[in-house]
């Protein structure tokens, strides 16, 4: 266990170092739009995402403003991203039950959250990470080949590397290390044209011999 425990201190510290404030670079105007624009991010840059959201948050802010559009309408705003067709029928769905059931206004419960249309666990679990103080630890692709990369976990499923990060990790610092392990996954250990030699603490890991790869 000392050496998973120093294994963690080298992570954190590197991360707390390169990344000791981190934000959200998602962009959003309230909770709402938040919770539109996560789901618009699955398998989708988020840059790409920014860019569609910085219009359609103009017009829309509320469940309301969104069932005043045809499905139709909603796929053109959004054309430009992965799985729109999708994403629109998801969106105007999810508007209406937080209409119907919660008078438009989004539940805080993860199992509430990952009942609505388009909603899965990792999109509830950042949802939350934002807006509430649920302990939850979202992944995403670069947190779980992070994960497998620094031997913390198998690689085999997401739930597997969300069980392995919360037992391994802090509870109080689950939020920030969401945001530094996705920022220095994109950074520093990208899935392509990946460089040991650049990756701050894959190279730490290895010197320390932690590492059996």
């Not at 539940?107 to 990952?114: A, G, N, V």
């Not at 103080?133 to 198998?154: A, C, G, Q, Y």
């Amino acid at each position: 266990m000392l050496e998973i425990e120093k294994k963690i201190k080298i992570i954190t510290d590197i991360l707390n170092f390169i990344y000791p404030n981190p934000i959200s670079s998602l962009y959003y105007t309230n909770e709402f739009t938040l919770l539109i624009a996560i789901l618009l991010t699955s398998r989708s840059q988020e840059k790409k995402v920014n860019q569609i959201t910085k219009l359609l948050f103009k017009t829309i802010q509320k469940p309301q403003d969104i069932i005043q559009l045809s499905v139709i309408n909603i796929q053109n705003h959004i054309k430009h991203i992965g799985l729109y067709n999708r994403k629109s029928r998801n969106i105007y769905d999810l508007s209406i039950t937080l209409i119907k059931k919660y008078d438009g206004i989004i539940p805080k419960s993860i199992f509430e959250l990952e009942s609505l249309p388009g909603i899965g666990h990792k999109t509830a679990s950042v949802f939350l990470s934002h807006v509430s103080k649920e302990p939850v630890f979202p992944i995403d692709t670069h947190i779980h080949r992070m994960m497998f990369r620094w031997e913390l976990s198998n690689g085999k499923n997401i739930r597997q590397t969300e069980k392995d990060a919360k037992r391994f990790f802090s509870k109080k610092n689950w939020k920030k290390l969401h945001l530094q392990i996705i920022s220095y996954g994109k950074e520093y250990s990208p899935s392509r044209g990946w460089n040991p030699k650049n990756d701050i603490i894959y190279q730490k890991l290895i010197n320390n011999n932690l590492l059996k790869r």
